[in-house]
């Protein structure tokens, strides 16, 4: 029988996850877009693949159920007509394309079955790979001017990283909104995911208003009831607020913790810089550890009720209602931290409460957790990090046993 989807805290026992397995997406990535489409190398992406396959069996071996991301694309697009229009519109951009661009490239999708739309609607296009123009069909001076290697529709290479384009508190789903245009088509196709397909029949939205931005990776659930929302390159003030409250009247939280981090690449989220490996410990990047405050809202006579900021560590312990957050530091000493940290160190998945899935290459850091008295599942991911994010950056856990 299927897991109850339901998720309240980040180290209950996971039960189910969906994950996106990288494909021909990662092939578009050149030198001159990568930048542009949020990595920081090329990937082999037949190593990448092997890594990520090993990634999914390992958790599968914990008793895992994954959930590809595309499969349940392909089987929405499937079964729903209604689907297949959204996804066709979210991808076909008439203001890029012109009119008629958009228009013959809209009735060609409209033709295809489910997996190849699937296959286009995360790989992209590009003029290349356009059908020749249909003879009846108006010219399109978009089509002559452009270059063949140019996209028609672009690549979501940064699928990859489940975290961010869906997350769920307790049994709802939030659909967020990507802060970055690279990332933005990503939430369209989750969106379709959690509309149409039958596994998800019923799931109720969570943060449905959603004007702002939020990414899944900046949102951790310390313990039920209470939920850090990381504010920086991704995730605004606003986007931290609007949640809080959209929470707050759901009844899916009490208290949320807006934690600014810097506005960098290396912390673009907060799960770069800290995630959660025991239901009382934490794995710290220590140069920020004394540095990182928080805003206390709390939801009180029906309204929210804002306080701090004071220290991060004090104020979660308060609202977790535990003594103390255990702190595990990143690496060794600054140096190795620094690298340890952007190359996803903290960024790791908790399976059950003390056991965590972490970036084999991260050896100083693994070795701590383990001096801690945590469990490390170690995976490769010398072409997965390409992309800056580690073990839970590429998970969306959908169910979770409760603490
Ligand atoms: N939660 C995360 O930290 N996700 C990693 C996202 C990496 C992706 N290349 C990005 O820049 O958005």
């Known amino acids: 029988m299927d897991a109850q989807l339901c998720v309240d805290s980040e180290v209950g026992a996971l039960a189910t996850v969906m994950l996106h397995r990288p494909g021909a997406e990662l092939e578009r990535l050149t030198p001159r877009n990568s930048d ?13 693949q092997e890594e990520h396959d090993a990634f999914a069996e390992l958790l599968r071996g914990r008793g895992v159920e994954v959930l590809l991301l595309a499969d349940l694309l392909a089987e929405t697009l499937e079964v729903s007509g209604a689907a297949r229009i959204q996804g066709i519109s979210s991808a076909v951009d008439p203001r890029r394309l012109g009119h008629a661009l958009a228009q013959d490239l809209a009735t060609h999708l409209r033709t295809l079955a489910a997996p190849e739309l699937t296959r286009i609607l995360v790989a992209g296009m590009t003029f290349d790979e356009l059908p020749e ?19 028609v529709i672009d690549p979501l290479p940064n699928l990859l990283f489940t975290r961010d384009s869906s997350f769920w508190i307790g049994e709802r789903v939030a659909i967020p909104t990507l802060a970055l245009p690279a990332r933005r088509r990503e939430a369209a196709l989750t969106d379709l995911i959690y509309a149409f397909h039958p596994r998800f029949l019923g799931v109720r939205r969570a943060y449905e208003s959603h004007t702002a931005p939020v990414e899944g990776g900046d949102v951790l659930l310390l313990a039920p009831g209470v939920i850090a929302v990381g504010v920086g390159e991704r995730t ?4 931290a607020e609007a949640l809080a409250r959209s929470v707050f009247e759901d ?16 912390s673009m989220h907060l799960d770069t810089v800290c995630t959660m490996v025991d239901t009382d410990a934490v794995v710290m990047y220590p140069a920020i550890r004394n540095m990182l405050e928080a805003f206390t809202i709390r939801r009180e006579d029906g309204d929210a009720r804002i306080g701090g900021p004071r220290p991060f560590l004090e104020a979660a312990a308060d609202a977790m209602g535990i003594d103390k957050l255990r702190v595990i530091d990143t690496g060794l000493d600054s140096v190795v931290a620094e690298r340890e940290q952007w190359d996803d160190g903290n960024n790791t998945l908790a399976v059950a409460p003390g056991v965590v899935v972490a970036y084999e290459r991260n050896v100083e850091t693994n070795a701590r957790l383990e001096a801690a008295g945590i469990e490390v599942l170690r995976i490769a991911g010398s072409e997965l990090g390409s992309g800056r994010g580690g073990p839970r950056c590429m998970s969306c856990p959908l169910a979770r046993a409760a603490l």
């Not at 542009?36 to 990448?48: E, K, T, Y």
């Open 36 to 48: 542009q489409l949020l990595f920081d190398a090329l990937p082999w992406v037949a190593r990448a």
């Open 133 to 151: 123009a249909g003879v009846a069909g108006p010219p399109s001076l978009v089509r002559l001017m452009h270059h063949g290697a140019d996209f």
């Open 236 to 239: 605004s003030p606003a986007g």
């Open 251 to 266: 009844g899916l939280a009490h208290t949320v913790l807006a934690v600014p981090i810097a506005q960098q690449r290396a």
